[in-house]
C-alpha cells in the first residue's frame, strides 16, 4: 500500500503487544517506523529477529521497522504514537521532552486506555502537560492486538478536537483490513477506553464462579449503563458510549479470550489471589491500577458506580468476589434507565 500522504515517518513508544502490532501497522501503511522499548535486551532482539518474542512471537516485523532502546536515538517525526502502560505516560514523555527530540510539528496520539492515578488525567492531558504545543489525539476501539497481527478486520476510532488532525490519523490507519472513524469526543473516547477494563475484569469474575451467559449479558449491559453515566459525567458525549470506544470495545473486551483483564477477573472469581495473578504474566492488566484510578475519580465526582465500586473492593480492600456479586443484586430495585 502506498505511503498516507500526511506521514512519512512515524515513532511507535512502548514495545509490548499492542505496541508491536501498531509498529507493523504503520509500517503496513507505507511509514518509516522507529520502535521504542525501554528493555535494551528486548529491542535488540526484536531489532535481529524481527520479531516480538516475548509479547507477540507470531507477527513478523516488516523491514521498515527500527527497533531501538535509546530515547536519544528517535529522529523527528511527523506521528508520535503512545503505547506504553498508563501509569509509565508520564515519565516516558517527560524523557522525551527532555531529549529534544521532536520538533514541534508531530501528532501526538495515545493508544493507551487509562487514568492517571495521581492526577485523574486522561492519557492525552498527560501527554500534553509535558510536551506542550503539539497535536494531540486519542486511538481506541475494539482491537486486540493478536488480531491486529494477524490482519483480521478490526475498526478504530480517532479522537481529535481539530478535525483535520483526526482525518490524518484516520487516513493512517485506513488499510483494506482496518477501518478507521473520526470523532472530535476526546473525553468520551478516553473515559470509555479506561472504563471498560475495569468492567472486562468483573466479567471475568461471573465467568470464573460460573454464573452463566444470563449473569454476564446483564453485568455487561449494566456496565454500560454505569460507563455511560460516568463518562457523561466527565464530560463525554453519550453517543460516543454507543459507539467503538465504547459499547464495542466494551464488548470484546468483556468476552474476547485475548482479553488481559477478563483473564484476570477469571482467575479471580476462581479464587487465585490477586498477588499470584500478577505475579504469574509479564502482560499488564490496565484494569487493575486503573480501577483505583477510576475509584478516586466516581468518588470526588459524586457518580454512582456500584460495579465499580465491587470491583475495586474485590482488588483493593480483599472482598470476597461472592460477597461482592450478593451486594450487586441485593440493591435496591431502580428503572432500567436510571
Not at 536519544?72 to 527530540?101: M, N, W
Not at 466479567?203 to 449491559?221: E, F, Q, S, Y
Not at 485475548?258 to 482467575?267: E, I, Q, Y
Not at 502482560?283 to 478516586?296: C, H, K, Q
Amino acid at each position: 500500500m502506498p505511503s498516507s500522504d500526511h506521514f512519512s515517518f512515524a515513532i511507535v513508544l512502548g514495545a509490548g503487544s499492542w505496541g508491536t502490532a501498531l509498529a507493523a501497522l504503520m509500517a503496513e501503511r507505507g511509514l518509516s517506523v522507529q520502535f521504542w522499548g525501554r528493555d535494551e535486551d528486548l529491542m535488540r532482539d526484536i531489532q535481529s529477529q524481527r520479531r516480538n518474542e516475548r509479547y507477540l512471537p507470531s507477527l513478523i516485523l516488516p523491514a521498515g521497522v527500527e527497533a531501538t532502546h535509546r530515547i536519544e536515538e528517535l529522529r523527528p517525526a511527523d506521528l508520535v504514537l503512545f503505547v506504553v502502560p498508563s501509569k509509565g505516560i508520564r515519565t516516558v514523555a517527560q524523557q522525551l521532552s527532555a531529549a529534544h527530540v521532536l520538533k514541534g510539528s508531530e501528532l501526538l496520539v495515545s493508544c493507551t486506555k487509562g487514568i492517571e492515578l495521581e492526577t485523574g488525567e486522561r492519557m492525552t492531558e498527560v501527554i500534553g502537560d509535558c510536551l506542550p504545543g503539539h497535536g494531540l489525539a486519542a486511538l481506541s476501539g475494539p482491537n486486540h492486538a493478536e488480531e491486529i497481527a494477524q490482519k483480521q478486520p478490526a475498526a478504530a476510532v480517532a479522537a481529535c478536537a481539530d478535525s483535520s488532525h483526526a482525518r490524518r490519523v484516520q487516513d493512517c490507519f485506513t488499510l483494506p483490513w482496518f477501518r478507521c472513524y473520526t470523532t472530535d469526543d476526546v473525553i468520551g473516547v478516553e473515559w470509555a477506553g479506561a472504563l471498560k477494563n475495569v468492567y472486562a475484569i468483573s466479567a471475568g469474575i461471573a465467568r470464573g464462579m460460573k454464573l452463566g451467559d444470563n449473569a454476564i449479558a446483564a453485568l455487561v449491559t449494566r456496565a454500560l449503563a454505569e460507563m455511560a453515566r460516568f463518562g457523561t459525567s466527565m464530560g463525554g458525549r453519550a453517543e460516543t458510549f454507543s459507539g467503538l470506544s465504547g459499547v464495542g470495545d466494551l464488548v470484546t473486551t468483556c468476552y474476547s479470550e485475548h482479553s488481559r483483564n477478563n483473564r484476570v477477573g477469571k482467575l479471580l472469581g476462581q479464587g487465585m489471589p490477586l498477588a499470584e495473578i500478577i505475579s504469574s504474566t509479564r502482560m499488564i492488566a490496565e484494569g487493575v491500577p486503573n480501577t483505583e484510578s477510576l475509584y478516586r475519580c466516581a468518588r470526588k465526582a459524586g457518580v454512582r458506580t456500584p460495579l465499580l465500586d465491587e470491583v475495586y473492593a474485590i482488588l483493593y480492600q480483599d472482598k470476597p468476589a461472592k460477597l461482592a456479586m450478593r451486594d450487586l443484586l441485593s440493591r435496591d430495585p431502580r428503572p432500567e434507565a436510571d
